[in-house]
């Protein structure tokens, strides 16, 4: 099993930003394509931000032109930038991985973290 932890969550207003990281305990970790999701109270899971071994990313069309994924193979670790934040984006961010394409459905990934929370204030 892979542990994935996600971290860098909080409580900023309206146009700020932040940093997400999603470390893991897998020494291969560079291998894996690593994702981001969201979930806000009463909604679905949704995808954020993806990225594979060759480091080509995906993201959705909702956080498009603030968002960016990126990763560090040597650090185990891939990170979300999270920049102009609205309250929309408010939500449980969770980090998930597994060896396949990028995939926006949450079904295709076998290990996920266990969230961070980020809300933001208008």
């Known amino acids: 099993q892979v542990q994935l932890v996600e971290s860098g969550g909080g409580l900023v207003q309206a146009g700020d930003s932040l940093r997400l990281s999603c470390a893991a305990s897998e020494r291969a970790f560079g291998s894996y394509t690593v994702a981001w999701f969201r979930q806000a109270p009463g909604k679905e899971r949704e995808f954020v931000a993806g990225i594979n071994r060759n480091e080509d990313s995906v993201v959705a069309d909702s956080v498009k032109g603030r968002f960016t994924i990126s990763r560090v193979n040597a650090k185990s670790t891939v990170y979300l930038q999270m920049n102009n934040l609205k309250p929309e984006d408010t939500a449980i961010y969770y980090c998930?991985?597994?060896?396949?394409?990028?995939?926006?459905?949450?079904?295709?990934?076998?290990?996920w973290g266990q969230g961070t929370q980020v809300t933001i204030s208008s």
């Open positions: 998930a991985a597994n060896l396949a394409f990028i995939s926006r459905r949450s079904g295709e990934y076998r290990y």
